[in-house]
C-alpha cells in the first residue's frame, strides 16, 4: 500500500471502529437460519428453542428469519445427522444436550461432540425422578427397595438412552444393587409425552430435567422424589430432598444445554454466533423465561464452553463404562 495513503485508510477506519482484518472477516446470516432440535414439538426443549428463536429475532440480534426445525428420532441422532449433513454452512445451529456425546460414547453414532462447533451453553440443571401424587412410591428409598425385590416392577419414561436422565435413573438402580439393564425403560419423543403417560397410568415414573418437571408439579399432576443435585434447590423444588439426602451418593453429571455450529465453519462465523447468543442472553425476553429457573441460569462461550464439555464428556464416559453402556474406545 502507497504510505501516503495508508494513513488516512487506517484513520477512517479507526473513526468507524473497526479494523482492516475486522472488516475483511466479519460475517452475518445471509438467509434463513434453522435451529435443529433433537425432539419433537410441544416439549420442553421445544420450548426453549423457540424462546431462543423469539429472543434473538425480537430484539433483532438476528436479522435474517429464524426457524425451528424438529427432527425427532433414532435416539436424538436424526438431528445431528441433518447438521453433518449441512456442513460448513453457518445457517444452522443445532440445541442439543449431553445425548450430542453420551451417543458418542454409547455406540449410536460416530460423530463426536468434538465434530461440532460448539457456540454456547445457555443453561445447566439437574434430574429428577417424579411420580404420580398417589403413587404408593413414597420416595427414592421405596422406589430402590421395590427395584432390587424386582427390577420390572416399575417402568420408567426417558426422552433418550444414555443421556443425562437415564445415567442418574441407571445409578440409582446401580445403588440399589440392580444391573441397570434390568430396568424397564420406555423412550419417549418429549418428556410432556413421558409425564402424561404417568397421569394415564401407562408408567410409573420419569426420569428427566428439572424443568421439564416444573410444569407438571405446580398443576399437582406430578410428585418429585428426588434431585439428583449437590445440594437442595430454590423456589418449587426446595422441599424435594437430594439423592445425598436420602442416602445415596453417586457421581453427578449435570443436564446441560448448549448450541453448537455446523461442522467446519469459519472462526469468524463462530465469532458471530458467540455474540449473537451472549447478547441473548442479556435480554428481558430471556431473563423472564419461566421455563429456566433461576437454578439453571448459566452462559458460557468459547474456550470456557469448550473447557466444561471436556470435562462433562469424560464424566460421562467413566460413567458409563462403569454401568456398561460404553461402546466407543
Partial sequence: MNTRLAMPVLAVLALLGTSPSQGQ??????KPVEIILPTAAGGANDNMARLIQKALQDNKIVQSPLVVMN???????LAATYLRQNAKDPHYLLYSTSTVFTSHITGLVAQNYTDLAPIALLMTEYSVFSVRPDSPIKGVKDLMARLKADPQSVSFGVVSLGGSNHIAL?????????????????????????YLGVAGGHIHAVASSASAAMPFLQQGTARVL????????TGALASVPTLRNEGVDIPLTTNWRGVFGAP??????????????????????????????????????????????DIEYQVSRTVLTELGYAKQP
Fill in 25 to 30: 472477516s466479519g460475517w452475518k446470516p445471509s
Fill in 71 to 77: 427432527k425427532a428420532g433414532g435416539n436424538q441422532t
Fill in 170 to 194: 441407571s445409578q440409582v438402580a446401580r445403588a440399589a444393587g440392580v444391573n441397570p439393564r434390568q430396568l424397564r425403560v420406555v423412550v419417549f419423543k418429549t418428556n410432556v409425552e413421558s
Fill in 226 to 233: 428426588a434431585i439428583a443435585a449437590p445440594q437442595r434447590q
Fill in 264 to 309: 467446519g465453519i469459519t472462526p469468524a462465523q463462530v465469532a458471530f454466533w458467540e455474540d449473537a447468543f451472549s447478547r441473548m442472553v442479556a435480554t428481558e425476553d430471556w431473563k423472564k423465561a419461566q421455563e429456566l429457573g433461576e437454578h439453571g441460569r448459566r452462559f458460557l462461550a468459547g474456550r470456557d464452553f469448550q473447557k466444561f464439555l
